[in-house]
């Protein structure tokens, strides 16, 4: 049975995210056609995605630079220096996630696609997910996650407050032997659900916003969960987000590893 109080509380949340943003805050990136249902992201819709293999530690070891290339005067053109990953990026399993200034601390799951649909899955409500088919951290790529807002009818899951993040909070990854790799948020967006280019998200190179083109030397979380307004689609209160919202930070300091505080799996 439902109570009345969580039936309230849920609106609660529905009404706080329908008032919006603050008016001068940037609006959140947002994922492409997310699914809904009992007020939590389901699936992540990947027509767009690019094809991509998570790199091995030697492969991202021992990766070199792409040749430049000459102008049509035969100028050489001077590449970017690429990312520095670790010598030997660890390839150890993702424990658990820190928001210090949201007061965020959860455990992260592996995830991959939606068995039979081009789909990523969705985490337990309180934990963050990490796609495993793309990088982890220290690879000098983009690793991606997703939590979820709220979920029926009364949990409050780890990105519940994401839009409150601002340029210069930071987010930790923790890893199984300890260390930390240490993003500081720079870029918040708000997408329609089903405008989100995904694929930027993934593989940013060739990112026709200037803003998603993440520079070669540079490694990026994304973060991304449902906002916008609230549609309360069923009897009991239950119902769905309109848009999505993303943060990505940038990589700024890795901590050595040491024994790793565990932290149980949530719902």
Same mark, same amino acid.
């Given at each position: 049975?439902k109570t009345s109080g969580k039936l309230t509380a849920m609106?609660?949340?529905? $009404? $706080? /995210?329908?008032?919006?943003?603050?008016?001068?805050?940037?609006?959140?990136?947002?994922?492409?056609?997310?699914?809904?249902?009992?007020?939590?992201? !389901?699936?992540? @819709?990947?027509?767009? +995605?690019?094809? *991509?293999?998570? *790199?091995?530690?030697?492969?991202?070891? &021992?990766? &070199?630079?792409?040749?430049? *290339?000459?102008?049509?005067?035969?100028?050489? /053109?001077?590449?970017?220096?690429?990312?520095?990953?670790e010598p030997t990026p660890y390839d150890g399993e993702l424990a658990l996630m820190r928001?210090?200034?949201?007061?965020?601390?959860?455990?992260?799951?592996?995830?991959? #696609?939606?068995?039979?649909? =081009?789909?990523?899955?969705?985490?337990?409500? $309180?934990?963050?997910?990490?796609?495993?088919?793309?990088?982890?951290?220290?690879?000098?790529? =983009?690793?991606?996650?997703?939590?979820? #807002?709220?979920?029926?009818? %009364?949990?409050?899951?780890?990105?519940?407050?994401?839009?409150?993040?601002?340029?210069?909070?930071? !987010?930790?990854?923790?890893?199984?032997?300890? $260390?930390?790799?240490?993003?500081?948020?720079?870029? *918040?967006?708000?997408?329609?659900?089903?405008? !989100?280019?995904?694929? @930027?998200?993934?593989?940013?190179?060739?990112? +026709?916003?200037?803003?998603?083109?993440?520079?070669?030397?540079?490694?990026?979380?994304?973060?991304?969960?449902?906002?916008?307004?609230?549609?309360?689609?069923?009897?009991?209160?239950?119902?769905?987000?309109?848009?999505? %919202?993303? !943060?990505?930070?940038?990589?700024?300091? &890795?901590?050595?590893?040491?024994?790793?505080?565990?932290?149980?799996?949530? %719902?």
């Amino acid at each position: 049975m439902k109570t009345s109080g969580k039936l309230t509380a849920m609106r609660w949340f529905a $009404r $706080r /995210v329908a008032a919006g943003w603050n008016g001068s805050r940037v609006a959140l990136l947002v994922v492409a056609a997310l699914a809904l249902t009992a007020s939590a992201c !389901v699936s992540i @819709d990947l027509e767009d +995605e690019p094809e *991509q293999v998570r *790199q091995t530690p030697e492969a991202a070891a &021992t990766a &070199t630079t792409a040749p430049a *290339q000459e102008t049509a005067t035969a100028t050489q /053109v001077t590449a970017t220096p690429p990312a520095t990953p670790e010598p030997t990026p660890y390839d150890g399993e993702l424990a658990l996630m820190r928001i210090p200034s949201l007061g965020v601390e959860a455990p992260i799951e592996a995830l991959g #696609k939606v068995p039979g649909y =081009n789909k990523l899955d969705v985490p337990r409500p $309180r934990n963050v997910g990490w796609y495993h088919i793309y990088d982890k951290p220290g690879f000098g790529t =983009n690793s991606i996650y997703s939590a979820h #807002k709220d979920w029926f009818p %009364d949990i409050r899951g780890p990105f519940y407050a994401l839009t409150d993040l601002e340029d210069g909070d930071v !987010v930790v990854v923790v890893m199984d032997d300890g $260390r930390e790799y240490i993003y500081e948020v720079f870029l *918040q967006r708000r997408y329609i659900a089903g405008e !989100v280019p995904m694929a @930027d998200l993934i593989s940013p190179h060739e990112a +026709e916003d200037p803003a998603l083109r993440r520079p070669a030397n540079e490694e990026w979380v994304v973060l991304i969960t449902c906002g916008g307004e609230f549609v309360e689609a069923n009897p009991d209160g239950s119902g769905y987000y309109v848009d999505r %919202d993303v !943060v990505i930070a940038k990589l700024v300091e &890795t901590k050595p590893g040491r024994t790793a505080r565990a932290v149980e799996g949530g %719902d």
